[in-house]
């Protein structure tokens, strides 16, 4: 999907328009240059939620920096991948995995609020009552490269525990937990959050089976290329807008549970992990 | 059977039919295809599903088969809720992998499962290797079709007895009601009940029949009353008749038994003027007895349209003072006063002298009947209404007895006199005035009357009449002649042809005294003979008699080359004798009885030729 076809989908889009028209205007008045930025998101959700998770935070940051930033969307996580290997965002919300694989991306802003890792399930009423158990069986994941999901929990086990197993990709994490807690795979890979958000007589039938090492979640990140007086402006903007209660309650939905700056340094856990090993290209 | 039963019958057995025939035939098939729809319903939404979902579970995106199954399932469910199943019979779909694992839904609904009756599998297949199968566990809700073929049914009883109702009601308004009212008008009518009308306002053949019965009502009333009224007229001329007739027979009697009571006396009387005396009474009856059984002959000729009314000239003068001489005396024995006026500047007329004597003498005879010892009196007078026409006016008044209105108005009718007692006491035919009404028109003219009881009576008569010259009543008048005229002709020799002895002797008597030679004979075979022998200058001929009859006679004599002049002498006095005399060969025709001035004017006629 284009990023013109997001705009037509933007409910408020007469607003939207009047809205950069005025930062234009204020951007001439103060003898600045006013720019428009380019911003990717991870589409972990569907399209419509993040547009609808992300608008509000775009506008407002307009409104402190002056500049405009248009959301472009993207069909799925392997065209986001390549979009973002192309450099096509100048401002990218993305997760740590992808981070490491894009250098080229500075981290502005992460959540300080948790912890990303994943969680391996298994029938509570089954036979599989520990990791060796999975030794030869088949794991559902997600998608090959989803971070904690998939990535980070065949890495644990492959690398940690030394167990082979065959994977299949259901798609969903609810596909996971649904294969798993009606036996048709032996254990599947998750989130926390996801599972959570199953229903009882899911939950009811499984079991966490291992937690994986936590690592710092998603940041947003901003091209190399942009100025770094830029960046400082995005990184003060946000910050300022975590600040209020409105953009609290408006990053709380990306999401971040506590707005902080994000350091290169903090994503070394990831990078150490050398996940590339269990990366699957996309074909 | 009734009307209503036998009209109504193929209604309600044709509603029947139907009925039975959709409750056994239709309803049993609507009922299993209702329960094939269903399933079949249930195997198509099956079949539709299978190619997703067994895609989806070759990947085992069991979310997403959930995600389909879940909205396929509360679409069943929403559905059959509609359908008003109830909640335990709420139709299940259920996903099995190719081992038998339930994958769809998580938790297997043991106790909604034991309430499905039906169970339908379609298996997955996955580029043709079979990967599990889908059911749907349902209970097709055989009560509930039952319970719609119920309602069908109830409606279909409903809308069959609505049907029949109307049917029954429609026919009975528009075929039986009227067929009824025809019945029940036609049992009115034979009960002589003609002013039942049917009131019928349908445009229909039924509507043209209550129509055509009410117009044959109509003219059968008006036929009935006619009759009715023609009988009773019927009745009353029959009893008038008979009224008629024996007052008829009553003034027939009367006279005669004068007549042969006076001519048995006579015979005995020696003294001569007591004969005298008798033989004057005699004539005095035998007139009136004339007179009654002219009223009657007149009446018929009249009746029969063969009366014919002459045109000649007279002297109304003459005529009135001969009705005044005759009456003055009849009116003195009846102690009666009779005036008489003439206002008359020109008395020659050209008109029938007769039957204007006849309608005189009626009215006055009547009016000095009718007035004993009263006033009569006869006016004359004379309008003239251009050219040579004039009204001659004759009006009778007299201070008799009157009449009351409602005589009035009958008067002119035949054989109507004032009442019975009229007739008892004064006599008469009844003829008279009827007569003289008739004799009246054939003249063109008038007559009326105004009267009060006890006061009197007046009649007058218009007659309209062309004026006739002098030399006309001159030429008339010769012809009037009385017996001494006729004494130029005697010498002369005729013969009598006449059957009857006293009717030769009457004859005899009469050509004796004006000395007139004469031979008889008795019948026309007779008569023939005489002739070829003797010489005659004349032939008096009756008519019907014995051998040869008068016709027959003069058509020998004439055939014989003779010709002498023949006159009819006949009872046979109507016209059409009179014309069938001529035709036969005679000269001229004299009714029975002989009136000697007629006898005598014709004799003259004749011989002086």
């Known amino acids: 999907m284009t990023s013109r076809n997001l705009i037509c989908k933007y409910n408020n889009l007469p607003y939207f328009f009047f809205v950069s028209a005025i930062f234009y205007l204020l951007s001439f008045s103060s003898h600045t240059l006013a720019k428009q930025y380019v911003v990717g998101v991870v589409p972990q959700f569907n399209t419509k939620k993040i547009y609808r998770i992300w608008s509000p935070i775009l506008s407002n940051l307009s409104e402190r920096t002056g500049h405009t930033f248009v959301l472009k969307g993207s069909e799925d996580i392997p065209s986001f991948e390549a979009n973002l290997a192309k450099s096509e965002y100048d401002l990218a919300y993305m997760n740590p995995y992808h981070y490491i694989m894009n250098p080229q991306y500075r981290p502005v802003v992460r959540d300080h609020g948790r912890q990303l890792y994943g969680i391996l399930v298994t029938q509570k009423e089954g036979n599989i009552k520990s990791i060796n158990d999975l030794q030869g069986k088949t794991l559902h994941f997600p998608a090959p490269n989803a971070l904690g999901a998939s990535l980070m929990i065949r890495a644990e086990l492959i690398d940690k525990f030394g167990i082979t197993f065959e994977s299949k990709y259901v798609n969903t994490h609810s596909s996971v937990f649904l294969n798993t807690a009606l036996g048709l795979a032996s254990a599947g890979g998750g989130v926390q959050k996801t599972y959570s958000r199953q229903k009882e007589q899911i939950k009811e039938k499984l079991t966490i089976l291992h937690e994986t090492e936590k690592v710092t979640p998603h940041p947003l990140t901003v091209h190399q290329r942009i100025p770094k007086e830029i960046y400082l402006l995005i990184q003060n903007a946000l910050m300022a807008y975590a600040a209020t209660d409105e953009g609290k309650a408006a990053l709380k939905k990306v999401p971040f549970k506590q707005l902080g700056v994000a350091n290169k340094e903090d994503y070394q856990s990831v990078s150490d992990m050398k996940l590339d090993a269990y990366y699957v290209k996309p074909n | 059977m009734k009307i209503t039963a036998k009209v109504l019958a193929p209604f309600i057995f044709s509603f029947l039919s139907l009925a039975v025939c959709v409750q056994f035939l239709y309803f049993p098939y609507l009922e299993n295809r209702l329960y094939d729809l269903e399933s079949n319903r249930y195997k198509a939404e099956l079949a539709a599903l299978s190619p997703i979902v067994a895609e989806e579970l070759f990947i085992s995106d069991l979310a997403k088969i959930h995600s389909i199954l879940n909205s396929y399932d509360s679409t069943l469910k929403s559905r059959e809720q509609l359908n008003h199943k109830p909640d335990n019979s709420i139709s299940h779909v259920y996903l099995y992998s190719k081992e038998g694992l339930q994958l769809f839904p998580v938790n297997q609904q043991t106790s909604a499962l034991a309430q499905k009756d039906l169970t339908l599998v379609q298996p997955l297949l996955f580029e043709n290797t079979p990967i599990g199968h889908l059911s749907i566990s349902t209970n097709i809700n055989k009560s509930l079709i039952e319970s719609q073929i119920n309602g069908l049914q109830l409606a279909l009883l409903g809308i069959t007895l609505f049907m029949l109702i109307i049917s029954v009601w429609w026919n009975e308004k528009v075929i039986i009601f009227p067929i009824l009212s025809l019945a029940k008008a036609a049992k009115q009518l034979t009960k002589g009940n003609y002013n039942y009308h049917i009131t019928s306002n349908s445009i229909d053949e039924l509507g043209d029949l209550s129509t055509a019965f009410n117009t044959m009502t109509k003219t059968l009333s008006e036929t009935n009353n006619a009759l009715n009224k023609s009988l009773a007229e019927a009745k009353q001329a029959t009893q008038t008749k008979s009224l008629f007739l024996a007052n008829m027979s009553h003034e027939i009697r009367t006279p005669m038994n004068a007549i042969m009571g006076l001519s048995h006396l006579g015979q005995l009387e020696t003294n001569p003027n007591a004969q005298k005396e008798h033989f004057r009474n005699i004539e005095l009856s035998a007139n009136n007895l004339l007179t009654i059984i ?270 002498i002049p023949i006159i009819a002498l006949s009872a046979n006095a109507m016209t059409e004798d009179r014309k069938q005399s001529l035709k036969a060969g005679m000269n001229d025709h004299l009714a029975k009885p002989i009136k000697p001035q007629e006898l005598y004017q014709t004799l003259l006629k004749w011989l002086k030729k």
Do not use: W
Request: glycine fraction near 8%; hydrophobic fraction near 40%.
């Open chain 2, 294 to 563: 002219n009223d009657i002959l007149d009446f018929s000729k009249i009746e029969a349209g063969k009366l014919v009314i002459e045109t000649i000239p007279f002297d109304l003068s003459n005529l009135i003072n001969g009705i005044h001489t005759v009456y003055k005396l009849q009116a003195e024995k009846a102690n009666v006063r009779l005036t008489m006026q003439q206002e008359l500047e020109h008395p020659y007329l050209m008109g029938d002298p007769t039957r204007i004597n006849q309608i005189l003498i009626n009215l006055l005879s009547n009016a000095i009947k009718f007035s004993a010892e009263q006033e009569v009196d006869l006016a004359i007078s004379s309008q003239s209404l251009g050219d040579n026409l004039h009204n001659i006016q004759f009006i009778i008044r007299d201070t008799g007895i009157g009449m009351s209105e409602d005589t009035l108005a009958h008067l002119f009718e035949e054989f109507s006199q004032a009442d019975k007692g009229t007739t008892r006491k004064y006599g008469g035919t009844g003829l008279g005035l009827s007569i003289t009404k008739k004799l009246v028109d054939l003249m063109k003219g008038e007559i009326s009357v105004t009267s009060a009881k006890g006061k009197g009576s007046t009649f007058t008569v218009s007659l309209p009449m062309t004026l006739a010259s002098k030399d006309d009543i001159k030429q008339s008048n010769e012809q009037l002649l009385s017996e001494s005229c006729i004494q130029g002709v005697a010498g002369s020799k005729v013969l009598i042809v006449e059957d009857n002895f006293i009717n030769q002797e009457v004859v005899k008597g009469l050509l004796d005294r004006v000395k007139i030679h004469h031979e008889t004979a008795e019948n026309g075979q007779r008569a023939t003979e005489l002739i070829e022998t003797s010489s005659f200058d004349l032939v008096l001929m009756d008519i019907q008699m014995p051998v040869m009859d008068g016709y027959q006679a003069t058509q020998k004599i004439r055939e014989a080359g003779f010709n």
